[in-house]
Every structure is written in C-alpha cells, then in structure tokens.
C-alpha cells in the first residue's frame, strides 16, 4: 500500500515568516498534487508536478519534486492570515489512475 | 468557483440506514472519483467511474456502491450505515481517465448517529 506521509501536522506561525511542508513515501510517483482546503470546502489544486527535480512557483509559493519522485516539499514566504488551511500533496502510482493524499498538513498563520 | 455540485451539503442519518449522495461533474468532464475525509485526516479514494464503469477501487467495503449516468453525473450510495462512516464525502471530476488535473466539489458533510 502507497502511503504519503505530510510533516509537521501542525503548524502555527507569525505573519511574515516561511515555512516548508513536506511529504514523502517509499514510493515512486508519476505525479503529486498540492491541494489548499479551507473549512466545509473541496480541496481546491495549487500545483501539479510530474518531473522528477522539477521546481515550480505560485507567487509566494514554491513547489519542488524530488529527484527520484518520491517526495515534495512546499516552501511558503513570508506567509500571510490568507494561508491559513489544510495543506494536502496527493499522488498518482505508476500505472495506476487513482491519486493517494497524505495526512495533511495545518497550517495557521497568526496576523 | 469549479462547476463540480454536490448534493445535499450536510445529511444526517441513523446507524443502519442507507444513503445516497450525489454529485454533478464539470461540464464535459467523464471521469468521476469518490472520496472519503474523516475529520482531521486526508481524503481516501473510494472509488473512480469512467464512461459509466467503475475504473478502481479503494479499500472500502461492497457496502459503498455507486453509479455513473450517461450525462457523467455519478451517485455513492451506502448501505447498513455505521457510525465510522461520518465523515465530509468529496467527488471530483476530470476530462479524462488519468487526468492529472482533477476538480472537486464542496462535499457532503454526513454524520452517523
């Protein structure tokens, strides 16, 4: 069984500070999603990576696969109260179409 | 704002009934996933349906079923509810079987008593 663990679960940080999540298995992955869900919402998709090394910016965030597409890290900077959310990677196995999500990450930034 | 509609936003239902959410895809879109999210933890895959086929499975019990229609809309009916099964049920629709770019709706917030 595929599983992807996040790090930390919780977090709660000032406004103005970074922060990186990350989320890694023993698996290799296809491609990995980066999903922001907000309370009584769907997870809304911010990223998705599909080459291992592979880097990729959303504003204030930074997404990076990992050289052998087994793990992912999200780095926010200077994180601001709108961050605030569950922060979700999901994979896809090769030759599978369904995608695993990790734990979760919970992020709260302090205005 | 997705496109992706579920229905009802919040259910409330006795241990051992039986219920049935649904779940309206993006226009155009023909693969739909089902998803469970316990209280603080991930979404786990229920099942997919593509073009009317169930196209995978997770580990769920044959309790859980559900059905696509020819207009890709797509029921998760549970049968024999149990308390365990309380949880916020996500769909999410996609252009194409494998489709890596996936959109999900607001949910069905069910809670078992």
């Known amino acids: 069984t595929q599983l992807l663990e996040q790090s930390p679960q919780f977090l709660s940080i000032q406004e103005g500070e970074n922060l990186t999540v990350y989320c890694n298995s023993s698996?290799?992955?296809?491609?990995l999603q980066w999903y922001r869900q907000e309370p009584g919402e769907g997870p809304v998709l911010l990223v998705t990576?599909?080459?291992?090394?592979e880097v990729k910016k959303l504003k204030r965030l930074t997404f990076q696969f990992g050289d052998a597409r087994k793990d992912s890290s999200l780095h926010i900077t200077a994180a601001q109260p709108g961050d605030t959310g569950l922060y979700l990677c999901?994979?896809?196995?090769?030759?599978?179409?369904?995608?695993?999500f990790g734990t979760g990450t919970r992020l709260k930034v302090l205005a | 704002e997705t496109g992706v509609t579920q229905s009802p936003t919040h259910l409330i239902k006795t241990r051992g009934q039986q219920v049935t959410l649904r779940c309206s895809s993006q226009?155009?879109?023909?693969?739909v996933s089902w998803y469970q999210q316990a209280l603080g933890q991930g979404p786990q895959f229920i099942f997919q349906?593509?073009?009317?086929?169930?196209?995978g499975r997770g580990n769920f019990p044959p309790r859980f079923s559900g059905l696509q229609f020819p207009n890709y809309s797509s029921e998760l009916n549970v049968n024999a509810l149990e308390l365990d099964d309380s949880a916020l049920y996500l769909c999410?629709?996609?252009?194409?079987?494998?489709?890596?770019?996936?959109?999900f709706g607001q949910g069905t917030r069910l809670t078992v008593v």
């Open positions: 999410a629709s996609s252009l194409l079987r494998g489709e890596t770019e996936a959109f």
């Open positions: 698996s290799v992955f296809s491609s």
């Open positions: 990576v599909v080459t291992g090394g």
């Open positions: 999901a994979a896809r196995g090769e030759g599978t179409y369904k995608y695993i």
């Open positions: 226009s155009g879109h023909n693969t």
């Open positions: 349906y593509y073009r009317e086929e169930e196209n």
